[in-house]
Every structure is written in C-alpha cells, then in structure tokens.
C-alpha cells in the first residue's frame, strides 16, 4: 500500500467514524502522560520549569515517533497487511474532521433551539476562553474562529505530517498539538513550562497554516464567495493575530464569510483583546456557522490533492 493511499484511507475512515469512545484513542493516552509529566516536571525555579518544559516536549514527540515506527516495523515482519491497517488507524486519530464537525454543529443546534446556555457549555468544550456569559453573536464568532483555526491544527497539519512521514510523524506533530493545547499558554502556571510546546507547534504549523490560503480561497471560489476580497482581507489582516499561524485560515475564512471576527475575550478572570479580521458587512448569526462547516468541509476534500500529491513526491523523490 502507498503513502498516498494509507493517507487517503485514513481520512476516509475519520469522516465516517470519527472518534469512536470505546476504542483505544492514541492522543487520549498523549493527554493523560502530559498531565502525569507536567504534575512531576513543573516545579522550581523559572528557568528549572523552562528546561523541565522542553525535555517533556523534546521526548514525548520523539517517543511518540520511535514506539509508532516501532509497533508498525514489528507488525510488519508478521503480517504486512495487519501493519498498514494499524497505520492506517493511527493516521486516522490524528485526523479531528468529523469530531470537529460535531463539536461545531453541536453549537449550531443550540443556538438554533434558543438554548444560550447549552451554547455557551458545548463552545466552552472547543475553546480555552470563558463562555459563561457570551452573547449569541459572540458565541457564533467563537465558534467561526475555532473551526477555522482547527481547520489548520486538527485537519490539514496531521494530513501533511501522515503525507510526509506516515503515522509515526502525524502521531509526533499530533503530541507537539496536545502539549501545545495542555501547557502551552502564558499564564502564571505555564508561562515557562509550556514556552517550547507553543514555539514548536508554531513551528510545526507553519507551513501548513500557509498552504490553508490557497485551498480556502480556492473552496471560495467555487461556492462563488468574494474570493478578490478575502484574499486582500488575508493580506491586511492575517498578520494581526497573535498567533503566527492563526491569522491566516481566519482571516480568509471572515472575508470569504463577509464577517468580523475578534474582539474581546476573556481567558481565567482576564480580559483581553484580539485584533479585529475581516469586515463586519453582515451579523454574527447563527447561519454563519452552518455556512461556516460546509465551507470547511468541502476545503477538506480539496487538501487532499496537495497532501496526496505531497505523499507521492516525497516517496518518490526522497
């Protein structure tokens, strides 16, 4: 079986079963080593945390990596067809596409049965930011602006790294994301602690956050949205994000929408503000988000052409 093809299966596999729950879940197992790791390394002074933060990162990727390269290489000598179907599976629990779709349709639902307290609980699942006393108008920018960040982080970064190097890189970016996503924020607690996790999921969705532009702006075009002006929205405004690599899938996704998104957000009592993108020519409504998912979804499909293109190059010229 080819890379191209184990990738291409595996994405398969997520949109029609997603995330099973009685089914062992590698980045299940990610999260609760992470919170083992961090009650034990996140002690002491600044720059002891500081070290601390980048062995835990420096290891646990590269553990991830070995032990995956590991149990498909064993798998292998025994039966090669059992070795890829597990590849194929592990590749696929990168993969966030359906869970992120539920989570997003979830949101929908309740706001669409006036249910702003349900809202705000099943966005409070999605985001790190206080949801207690969003509006409905916020709730749907929340909403907007995770989808299309995850786009990137949940969706095309995992296909990338799986295109690249098969499940043992998709696996090692997967533990970059979850530490990122677990430790990563500049609060008293993790500040130093979590400075390498943040940095190296920067870093390794540099690319990928890049390559989102043109599949976003090209999805665009054929729903028929204002391609000229998200793309000259992504140009202005895609730098003001405080991510490096946040701005850009948002940004587009705003101008092709015709909404702003940003704003004030509150995370643990504080309360910051997040530079506005896009232009506020129609409200944050809840049919923003249904336009939002299919928008999303049919991106998806389109990344495969870059992504498997990507799969047959690298085994071919690498």
């Not at 602690?193 to 075009?221: C, E, H, Q």
Request: one cysteine or more.
């Amino acid at each position: 079986m080819s890379r191209a093809l184990a990738v291409f299966l595996a994405f398969i596999l997520d949109q029609l079963i997603g995330d099973p729950p009685r089914i062992p879940h590698p980045v299940v197992l990610m999260g609760k080593t992470i919170y083992w790791l961090e009650e034990m390394l996140n002690h002491g002074r600044p720059k002891r945390r500081k070290l601390n933060g980048v062995f835990l990162a420096l290891a646990l990727s590269s553990v991830t990596f070995c032990l995956t390269w590991g149990l498909l290489k064993l798998t292998g000598v025994f039966s090669p067809t059992a070795s890829k179907v597990i590849e194929v599976y592990l590749i696929a629990t990168t993969i966030a596409s359906k869970s992120l779709r539920t989570a997003g349709r979830s949101v929908l639902i309740s706001l669409e049965a006036h249910s702003l307290t349900e809202a705000r609980t099943r966005l409070s699942w999605l985001v790190s930011r206080d949801t207690s006393n969003l509006s409905s108008a916020e709730i749907v920018r929340g909403t907007v602006e995770t989808l299309a960040e995850n786009f990137v982080d949940g969706i095309l970064s995992p296909l990338f790294y799986a295109a690249i190097g098969g499940a043992p890189l998709a696996l090692a970016f997967k533990a970059i994301s979850t530490l990122d996503s677990m430790v990563g924020y500049k609060n008293d607690r993790y500040r130093d602690f979590g400075w390498f996790s943040a940095r190296s999921d920067d870093v390794a969705n540099y690319l990928p956050a890049r390559l989102s532009v043109p599949i976003l702006l090209l999805t665009g075009a054929l729903f028929r949205l204002p391609v000229k002006q998200a793309f000259l929205i992504w140009q202005r405004d895609s730098g003001l994000h405080p991510s490096p690599n946040g701005g850009n899938p948002e940004s587009v996704v705003a101008g092709l929408l015709k909404v702003q998104l940003g704003g004030i957000n509150v995370y643990h009592g504080q309360v910051h503000h997040r530079a506005e993108m896009g232009d506020p020519a129609r409200p944050l409504e809840p049919p923003v988000i249904e336009e939002c998912l299919k928008l999303l979804r049919a991106a998806e499909w389109l990344a495969l052409v870059p992504v498997l293109g990507l799969a047959w190059m690298w085994r071919a010229f690498v």
